[in-house]
């Protein structure tokens, strides 16, 4: 089993910044992709942006040119620096990770709000 633990949501106006985190714990062996999704109310979990062990990113057209995915695979922890936010990027975030044996993991979510 691995244990997801995000932080880094809040509230923030349009225009600012935040960066979010995550930490794998347990058996974290085996870790391939590490990524964030998201979920405004009343739509589907979406792909925000995700990075291979390789460090190969992928980020979804809305996001590309203001937010980054890292990670620190010594530390397994991914991040998400989100700049230049937008109303629209108000959702909940959950960080994911999936296994070499096709696994995935789910964190508990964070709420991330952005102001007009």
């Known amino acids: 089993q691995v244990q997801l633990v995000e932080s880094g949501g809040g509230l923030v106006q349009a225009g600012g910044s935040l960066k979010l985190s995550c930490t794998a714990s347990?058996?974290?062996?085996?870790?391939?992709?590490m990524g964030w999704y998201r979920q405004a109310p009343g739509t589907q979990r979406d792909l925000v942006a995700a990075?291979?062990?390789?460090?190969?990113?992928n980020y979804a057209d809305s996001v590309k040119g203001r937010f980054t995915i890292s990670r620190d695979n010594a530390k397994n922890t991914v991040y998400l620096q989100m700049n230049s936010l937008k109303p629209e990027d108000t959702a909940v975030y959950y960080c994911?990770?999936?296994?070499?044996?096709?696994?995935?993991?789910w964190g508990q979510g964070t709420q991330v709000t952005v102001s007009s």
């Open positions: 994911h990770v999936k296994m070499l044996r096709l696994v995935d993991y």
């Open positions: 990075v291979s062990s390789g460090g190969d990113t």
């Open positions: 347990g058996s974290t062996f085996g870790i391939s992709a």
